[in-house]
């Protein structure tokens, strides 16, 4: 049985890689792998309790200090030294620059890191990412967005960069017209139009953006923003001033996402940049009509459906523009937008099809490199991978 360890700096703030590491590591637990989930930091949260019962192993190494943590490093060495996995996967960059280095210490056949967003960081990580480039075997992106980043930075060699997108588990995400209605019904609408935004309560999500832009919608529509973050108070601030009352919520952080998915009119995405956005993935699967800002992710997910409303980024008017054009369209025709959606979501994001690209990658790179190694496969074995194109 090939074992699989995942490696991302917490769990205990979910976003979308980190939804990512669950849905990859119980997939590939439900297809015969021995898969592990090691966070950096943390105890693990409610994921902790969802991967334990698939039959995933969870250990978190502790980390107080970041990478300066030197018992953190000892500790990873340590695990990967008794439990030999077959591939080290790390997500996002502290997990990944630690699995880097680990691996002088603690060689193992296969190292791939994935990379989740176009931000690059400050000088110290792009230094740390090119002096350390001849470590893994393949990095991989989940986008073109940001793949391009990272390309002209200097921070990844293109010979070792592959595109593997985020995929969604379509037989959970999808509507539902009776749990529609009762959701409604309990946030006590009937006509009103609902938008729903999914996010991390952070600047590059850029909501004051969209709340200005919401100000400008007519009396029936409401918004809920799904999502906490350091900005709660300055954004509630906000609603306040621009006199919107009670037509937004912020329920918080949800677990249960899906329910304000189906009970929704449209999905508006209002980020400065994003890599691969999992909400409008989900949204789309859902078949809500979606609005998105003019950032390359965003534009990936839509690109097949080319009638999605896109706004500038940044810009109150355009989004608002761009919102109102939605709501004007006869219910009809946002339903078939919606069924478009999800057709092109099921075409390329399907979770089924992504597994099946990991387990490729993987096997392809395990037959490259049959004994464990302190340093990156072969020029060979990168160029059969990017065969797998």
């Not at 490093?73 to 502290?94: E, T, Y």
């Amino acid at each position: 049985m090939k074992h699989v360890a995942y490696l991302i700096p917490t769990l205990d703030r979910i976003g979308g890689a980190e939804q990512q590491v669950i849905l990859l590591a119980s997939g590939l637990a439900k297809k015969g792998w021995r898969v592990s989930v090691i966070a950096l930091s943390g105890t693990g949260g409610n994921a902790k309790e969802r991967l334990q019962s698939v039959g995933i192993h969870f250990s978190s190494l502790h980390m107080r200090k970041g990478l300066a943590d030197l018992r953190g490093w000892i500790r990873l060495s340590r695990w990967m030294k008794f439990n030999r996995p077959d591939v080290v996967h790390a997500h996002l960059p502290h997990a990944s620059l630690l699995a880097r280095w680990s691996r002088i210490a603690a060689p193992v056949r296969v190292l791939i890191d994935t990379i989740h967003s176009p931000a690059r960081g400050g000088f110290a990580r792009k230094f740390a990412y090119r002096i350390s480039g001849f470590l893994p075997d393949v990095v991989t992106a989940v986008s073109r967005a940001a793949r391009e980043t990272w390309l002209r930075s200097g921070m990844v060699n293109e010979a070792k960069l592959s595109i593997i997108p985020n995929g969604v588990d379509l037989d959970y995400w999808k509507s539902d017209r009776k749990a529609c209605d009762a959701m409604r019904q309990e946030l006590g609408l009937s006509d009103e139009f609902l938008w729903l935004a999914v996010g991390r309560l952070d600047p590059v999500k850029d909501h004051a953006t969209l709340l200005r832009a919401f100000s400008k919608l007519p009396a029936n529509a409401r918004l809920v923003i799904v999502g906490e973050g350091p900005l709660r108070s300055q954004l509630n601030d906000l609603v306040k001033a621009l006199a919107l009352g009670d037509r937004v919520l912020f329920p918080g952080f949800q677990i249960d996402v899906l329910r304000w998915m189906r009970a929704a009119d449209g999905f508006v995405l209002s980020s400065q940049w994003e890599g691969l956005p999992i909400a409008l993935l989900e949204a789309s699967a859902c078949e809500l009509p979606a609005v998105i800002t003019d950032i390359p992710g965003a534009r990936e997910v839509l690109s097949s459906v080319p009638c999605t409303p896109v706004a500038a980024v940044g810009n109150a008017d355009s989004l608002a523009a761009s919102m109102n054009t939605v709501m004007r369209l006869p219910k009809k025709d946002r339903s078939e937008i919606g069924r478009r959606l999800r057709g092109s979501v099921v075409e390329r994001f399907s979770l089924d099809v992504v597994l099946n690209r990991w387990e490729e990658l993987y096997g392809t790179l395990l037959e490259s490199n049959p004994q464990p190694s302190r340093f990156g496969g072969t020029r060979s074995a990168r160029d059969r991978i990017l065969q797998l194109q």
